[in-house]
């Protein structure tokens, strides 16, 4: 190591008490923490800023006079938190510690203690055998753990003399104060106990237990399984199980607990401890409802037929793991409902916490389809409840992922069962005791036989996606995943969004802006209310509609200001509709023409397309040939003499979608993440508004017939004898005020006013 770095390091370390705290948060240089970490492990010491630690406290539900109804949290040096983490793993992969200890080790050993436990109490069940359970609580085991006999444990794995020294070290003159609002407690001396918050606590545990459950495990008849193995005991860190076929095994199993634990400075605390234990009678397993067992000379709660006991987070009756309920689900979406928060702090709240907090719940040994089902119906009401979605709304929109196109609700049905079902892969490559169970005959393998059918679709995110891609109403909606800015308002909301910005945006994105044209509306009625011969779908509205042209009009040119501010912020000569003649007289009128450097012009026609059956590639290309021809060029170069000439067009989705074709665009433009974001925001909102402004005039003048947008003739031609133009409308007088006279109120609404003969409709 560098004579240089060593005094760094040294002298980085005597600064650390009197520098401050933020100095902490910045970057470190990898080579002085290597130095530093290597001094401290060479030397044995602990520094002295290191010792220091504080305590912040919890409550927990319960009166908060009772000082057990707070949970402390001590939070020590980051720093020392990074050094002991490597060291952790390290201890973790050199030592050997029993495989019935799956507290923090490289093994889903949740998952396989619940199981083994759940196929321990159903085998026997079935077999009609007795079975004993004990669940034992250790009292404040992780405090109360003397330091003496963490030495021993560390001696017995065999953890070299270096090490052990070092990790003493750091509990020698170790101290917390104790935090509550502004005031700070005396400091606490840490005499016993692993340090809370510390990466070195839970193996150092580990260890600590690992002396008793080999002594268990091989001294005791233990519990039998289907596969033919024994187990006496299970651990995952301080929870601790006692499994025993036979009544009269448990009190030897329990004097050695009870003895092991008195010579480490812990106990037993039997209050909490609970039993499950069933006798033969008649060739059945019938459970006791007396307890039999005794800890320090007080009986062991015993489990009653219809009570459960919570194990790993999970509940557990005296038949197995107990069937995962929607009760909680019900009551957290009812809270949901009545919060005081916007719809999109709803969707967020339910997809980053109510429905992350049932996973784990329904990862059972008895889990259902018809329980998942019923979650994913609950959540589907609530979704539809917050956004004001219809209930013909296609599920494609809710479960695909956002970046495909949807609202990212994971469907529980399939998303449970996949998880499960790569859990039990990995548990079978990993823990010998759970591979043997899963193939051998028994409660396990019908486990893994249940789930394999209820994932025999496979990932459900694939299936979606696809959905996305091949239903009418969603296609197009998949060219989200080429470009963030597409789905970024799904996943933060925009700036100056309202609540019901947002419920329309996604209305819009999922089809749910009302309509006539939707699929449980008779056929005879979807015909357009403005007067049009076309179905009145949202794509028509937003798109095609005479009575929504001028607003298309602004959107796009919301757009085009946009990209034509940003040009000019990049101190790019912008010219806005220039007119370009050709040498014959034909005109051309693009939306861009932006002067880039080195004597090259872009010029840019921005369009906005609905995401359908048509690609928005495909429009793409079309809107570049409209300006990509040797006519167009011919009068550019006559415009622009001397110039580089470069066409490429920006063409977005009416439903806020940025597809990849215009990557070209963007790059020549650099065009940032927020402009993107921008215009995704302005297609939305005008989306909505566009629709308002439909709803609002044909709700207020009712039907049109479907003549009433015919094209206008020639100023002053009429139809003969009838004293009306061809477009149905009274013959108006010269006088303003008379020809208001004249005009009945259908006549005068502003919002269907007829755009000009040839005028383009798809801006």
């Known amino acids: 190591m560098p004579r240089h770095l060593i005094s760094d390091a040294l002298e980085w370390i005597n600064e650390i008490p009197t520098v401050p705290t933020h100095y902490l948060a910045k970057p470190v240089p990898r080579e002085l923490l290597e130095a530093l970490f290597n001094i401290l492990l060479y030397r044995r010491l602990t520094p002295v800023s290191f010792m220091a630690s504080r305590t912040v406290l919890i409550p927990k539900e319960g009166d908060r006079r009772d000082p057990n109804n707070w949970r402390p949290i001590t939070i020590g040096s980051a720093i020392q938190r990074l050094l002991h983490r490597i060291i952790a793993r390290r201890l973790q992969a050199a030592v050997d510690l029993h495989p019935n200890q799956r507290g923090f080790a490289e093994v889903d050993g949740t998952l ?28 404040k085991a992780f405090d109360t753990v003397s330091r003496e006999a963490i030495h021993l444990a560390m001696m017995r794995l065999g953890v070299p003399t270096a090490m052990r020294d070092y990790i003493e070290s750091t509990f020698r003159d170790a101290y917390t104060t104790i935090n509550v609002g502004a005031q700070h407690s005396r400091e606490i001396r840490l005499k016993r106990g692993v340090k809370q918050g510390d990466p070195l606590s839970p193996i150092l545990f580990s260890m600590l237990l690992d002396e008793l459950i080999d002594d268990l495990n091989n001294t ?25 076929d036979q009544d009269v095994h448990v009190p030897e199993a329990l004097d050695i607990v009870n003895t092991y634990f008195r010579l480490r400075g812990m106990t037993i605390n039997p209050g909490k401890c609970i039993s499950i234990a069933a006798a033969t009678i008649q060739g059945k397993s019938v459970p006791r409802s007396r307890p039999i067992f005794k800890v320090h000379g007080k009986f062991v709660p015993v489990l009653r037929d219809l009570n459960t006991f919570k194990y790993l987070g999970l509940q557990y009756s005296n038949t197995g793991a107990d069937k995962p309920s929607v009760f909680n ?11 005081p928060l916007k719809p999109d702090q709803k969707l967020a709240m339910l997809k980053r916490h109510i429905i992350p907090k049932l996973h784990y719940g329904l990862q059972t040994p008895n889990i259902t389809g018809q329980i998942l089902s019923e979650a994913d119906r609950l959540i589907r009401k609530a979704v539809r409840r917050v956004l004001h979605l219809s209930v013909h709304t296609g599920s494609q929109f809710l479960y695909a992922a956002i970046r495909d196109g949807g609202l990212g609700i994971p469907q529980l049905r399939y998303h449970i069962p996949d998880v499960l079902r790569r859990r039990l892969e990995n548990l079978s490559r990993d823990d010998s005791l759970a591979k043997a169970m899963l193939a051998s005959p028994g409660p396990a393998a019908e486990f893994r036989q249940r789930v394999s059918v209820l994932a025999a679709r496979g990932p459900p995110q694939a299936y979606w996606r696809e959905q996305v891609a091949t239903r009418p109403f969603s296609r197009g909606l998949e060219d989200c995943a080429h470009d963030a800015a597409s789905r970024e308002w799904l996943l933060r909301t925009p700036a100056g969004w309202t609540g019901r910005d947002f419920v329309r945006a996604a209305q819009l994105r999922t089809g749910n802006l009302p309509t006539m044209g939707l699929p449980y509306i008779p056929r005879e009625r979807r015909r357009c209310r403005a007067g049009c011969e076309r179905v009145e779908s949202v794509s028509h509205i937003l ?14 040119d919301e757009i085009v200001r946009k990209i034509a501010a940003h040009c000019r912020k990049r101190g790019w000569t912008t010219e806005v509709e220039p007119r370009i003649y050709h040498q014959d007289g ?21 369009q906005v397309c609905w995401e359908g059956h048509r690609t928005l590639a495909e429009s793409w290309q079309n809107k570049k040939l409209v300006y990509d021809h040797p006519r167009f060029r011919e009068a550019a170069a006559r415009r622009w003499a001397g110039s580089r000439i470069a066409i490429s067009p920006l063409v977005l989705g009416a439903r806020g979608v940025w597809p990849r074709s215009n990557a070209e665009t963007a790059a020549l433009l650099q065009l940032p993440k927020t402009i993107k974001g921008s215009c995704i925001q302005s297609c939305l909102k005008w989306g909505s508004s566009i629709h308002k402004i439909f709803m609002a005039s044909v709700w207020k003048h009712g039907p049109r017939p479907a003549h009433h947008h015919q094209p206008r003739p020639p100023e002053g031609q009429a139809t003969a004898n009838t004293g ?3 477009s149905g409308r009274p013959a108006l007088s010269h006088s303003r005020k008379k020809r208001k006279r004249q005009l009945t109120p259908t006549q005068r609404a502003p919002s269907l006013a007829i755009p000009p003969a040839g005028a383009s409709l798809d801006n």
């Open 329 to 339: 689900l019900v009551k957290w979406l009812a809270n949901l409902h009545k919060a």
């Open 586 to 606: 034909q005109l051309f009128i693009p939306d861009l023409a932006v002067h880039l450097a080195a004597e090259s012009i872009l010029v840019c026609d921005v």
């Open 112 to 139: 396989a203690n619940t199981l083994v436990l759940d196929t321990y109490i159903k085998s026997r069940r079935i077999q009609g055998k007795s079975y004993n359970v004990l669940s034992l609580d250790v009292r």
């Open 220 to 244: 005791n008849c233990g519990g039998t399984l289907p596969s033919g193995h024994r187990v006496a005991a299970l651990a995952f860190a301080d929870d601790l199980l006692l499994l025993q």
């Open 543 to 556: 798109q095609a509609c005479p009575v929504t042209h001028f607003e298309r009009i602004k959107r796009h």
């Open 724 to 726: 009306t133009l061809q």
